[in-house]
């Protein structure tokens, strides 16, 4: 059985949004931008859940990496039962789930780029984590 990574992207921190059609979209929500979500240059979020092929998450990591916006701090995750893929413009983290130090490394560099704390929540320290 083929060993598929599931995550959220959120099209509006796209520039190139051809990158979608390579990956398989379960399903969308949208959500109005509110002054908690930090990103007044949209109106509205529209995340679509998606799975990625094992076979195929460092290509599509890769090609989300290079077409997320490059004015505003963003970024993309990935998971599966052992291994989780951060995806920021220019930079991916391949973290192994049971390493609090590599998450911690992550995190920190999703902040260091202006991301909110609260939206760095791929953490394992976040109460809502799940395996």
């Given at each position: ?25 379960l ?39 290079e ?65």
């Open positions: 059985m083929e060993n598929k990574y599931k995550g959220v992207i959120i099209e509006e921190s796209l520039e190139d949004k051809t990158v979608l059609g390579s990956v398989s979209i399903d969308t929500k949208i959500e109005e931008v509110t002054k908690k979500h930090r990103t007044p240059w949209v109106t509205k979020w529209t995340l679509h859940t998606v799975e990625i092929p094992e076979d195929r998450v460092e290509i599509i990591t890769g090609q989300i990496s077409s997320l916006d490059k004015n505003h701090a963003w970024y993309a995750d990935f998971k599966n039962r052992e291994h989780h893929y951060i995806v920021f413009r220019g930079k991916v983290f391949f973290v192994d789930r049971y390493s609090k130090e590599q998450y911690d490394e992550a995190k920190k560099y999703g902040i260091s780029l202006g991301i909110p704390e609260y939206q760095v929540d791929f953490h394992p320290e976040v109460k809502e984590w799940e395996r």
